[in-house]
């Protein structure tokens, strides 16, 4: 089902300051938001000092500030689920170890006759039936009946069937900091370019964006509804973004986009992300960005081992709760390649997740993405933002899904990356991609 972008709660939304510039006589609507305005040397003198003018311009154009709030970096995503939770109080409920999930519902891995037949003795109606055929699996969401625990009703239902496969229905945030600024303009020839196809499992993408105009994107989710959020519009143009001050990693390459929030509270989720994982296999896309964190859950491990043994590279951020956290998946899975986020000085960011989990490293702060509204650029920091660059990296060495040729690219890839040292995992990759903010100054 076609689709397009959405902007979640979880997937931090970026602070902006309005633009209002009408410097040049002469100069239509279109000037003032494609590119940002250059000072010409002959300014009328009644606009008085051009270089203090200057300074006050680049100080409304370029917000430094990566993050909002004071809160520290490692503790920004579970305040953005304790906001969320408490706004909605109604869809979703917490699991035993206080994460998000889907309220009174379990999710079942194309269960038995038998498993079946448990649920319907524990008073468990279907919800919905997802047949992926792409990967030989059907996904139920099974309605906890009132009075019962979530909980509860699913530890009696794995012991009723200790062969199945049942799970909350856990809810994914992005794994990302956000912020506000503008862009800069990026070396000549810096993306990657070329053709070929990549995939994202995202918020939505704001097509609208000059990023967007020359680029080619599929869409899926939300029913066919435009729903572009700050997160995915973000992450897509670092993959295949394109504009005269602006080059994702990618440009060339054709997106294709599953919006898995659509601006409900329970985007998200576990069974959204197995079900645009299924319509990436449907579509054949070889490498697939994932830039969302979350705790294990069943659904989702045997949807990304089921990608992986076709030949799938699966991309994801290993996320921002800290060296210490405990891992966050789908990036610490087996056989995903996890990413993390490094600052211009090839350093890890201090709020990057750290562990065996880690295979590449990639820039994730100092740079610059694109933003909805305005101005149309913005800072961004976090490994949501380094996983994309890896991915688009990689999608021209595998085009369709194949066990083989992933391998090879990921063995090309290790070959081209930089020794990065402790917590860079193989290697830092893709340095001439960031889009740096000094080109402004």
Not at 305 to 311: E, I, T
Request: proline fraction near 9%.
């Amino acid at each position: 089902m076609p689709s397009l972008r959405p902007s979640h709660p979880l997937l931090h939304p970026c602070r902006c300051l309005l633009l209002a510039l009408g410097l040049l006589a002469g100069a239509g609507p279109a000037a003032a938001q494609i590119g940002l305005p250059q000072l010409p040397g002959g300014l009328p003198a009644r606009l008085g000092d051009s270089g203090m003018l200057r300074d006050r311009l680049r100080e409304r154009l370029l917000d430094t500030a990566e993050l909002p709030g004071k809160l520290p970096l490692d503790q920004l995503r579970q305040a953005a689920i304790g906001d969320l939770m408490q706004r909605h109080r109604a869809q979703l409920e917490a699991d035993p170890s206080g994460l998000p999930i889907v309220r009174r519902e379990i999710l079942a891995w194309s269960p038995s006759a038998a498993g079946l037949a448990a649920a319907a003795a524990a008073g468990l109606e279907v919800a919905s039936r997802r047949e992926m055929a792409e990967i030989g699996q059907v996904l139920l969401a099974l309605r906890v009946p009132e009075g019962v625990a979530t909980a509860d009703a699913l530890a009696a239902l794995r012991a009723a069937d200790p062969d199945g496969v049942y799970d909350f229905n856990h809810v994914y945030t992005g794994a990302a900091a956000g912020g506000s600024g503008a862009a800069a303009m990026p070396a000549a020839g810096t993306g990657a370019g070329g053709g070929g196809r990549i995939g994202l499992v995202d918020s939505g993408v704001d097509e609208r964006h000059e990023v967007f105009r020359e680029a080619r994107i599929v869409h899926w989710g939300c029913d066919g509804a435009a729903m572009p959020a700050p997160h995915g519009t973000a992450v897509a143009a670092l993959m295949v973004g394109r504009s005269g001050r602006f080059s994702g990693a990618a440009p060339g390459a054709t997106l294709y986009a599953a919006d898995i929030y659509c601006d409900q509270p329970t985007g998200g989720s576990a069974s959204q992300i197995v079900q645009a994982l299924a319509w990436l296999a449907k579509e054949q896309v070889g490498v697939i960005n994932i830039s969302l964190v979350g705790p294990p859950n069943q659904m989702l491990g045997r949807a990304v081992q089921a990608m992986l043994a076709r030949g799938h590279l699966l991309v994801a951020a290993v996320g921002n709760d800290g060296p210490a956290a405990p891992p966050l998946y789908p990036a610490s899975y087996p056989g995903v390649v996890g990413v993390t986020g490094v600052d211009p000085k090839r350093r890890p960011l201090p709020e990057a997740a750290r562990g065996p989990q880690v295979m590449f490293a990639a820039p994730g702060s100092q740079m610059a993405a694109a933003a909805i509204g305005s101005p149309p650029y913005k800072l961004v920091r976090g490994t949501s933002f380094a996983a994309p660059l890896v991915a688009a990296l990689l999608a021209p060495k595998l085009p369709s899904p194949s066990v083989a040729q992933a391998a090879q690219a990921l063995s090309w890839l290790t070959a081209a990356a930089t020794p990065g040292g402790e917590g860079t995992g193989r290697g830092l990759v893709g340095e001439n991609l960031r889009v740096a903010p000094s080109a402004f100054r």
